[in-house]
Nanobody
Framework: QVQLVESGGGLVQAGGSLRLSCAAS????????MGWHRQAPGKQRELVGV???????NYADSVKGRFTISRDNAKNTVYLQMNSLKPEDTATYYC?????????????WGQGTQVTVSS
């Protein structure tokens, strides 16, 4: 079993910043990709960005230059630094990671954390 615990969501004014964290624990042998998706009311879940085990990153066009993903491999934790936030960034943010348990690879998801950006 692998658990992901997210933190850092909240309410912020447009132009402000938030930092999300997501810590993985449990039966972890190694972690490859870690990342974030988001889902706004009435919309499909969309990729925000991912980071691989070597630190390489990829972002959605809508957040490039404003959001930064990083990770601490020693802590099995991924971060999402969100700057210059816009009302359209309002969504529930979900972290995920691809975990090798020693016998199989599995994608695990966090419970979600709400980010609300007021205009």
């Amino acid at each position: 079993q692998v658990q992901l615990v997210e933190s850092g969501g909240g309410l912020v004014q447009a132009g402000g910043s938030l930092r999300l964290s997501c810590a993985a624990s449990g039966s972890i042998f190694s972690i490859n990709f870690m990342g974030w998706h988001r889902q706004a009311p009435g919309k499909q879940r969309e990729l925000v960005g991912v980071i691989n085990s070597d630190g390489g990153t990829n972002y959605a066009d809508s957040v490039k230059g404003r959001f930064t993903i990083s990770r601490d491999n020693a802590k099995n934790t991924v971060y999402l630094q969100m700057n210059s936030l816009k009302p359209e960034d309002t969504a529930t943010y979900y972290c995920h990671c691809d975990v090798y348990t020693g016998s199989t690879w599995r994608t695990n998801w966090g419970q979600g954390t709400q980010v609300t950006v007021s205009s």
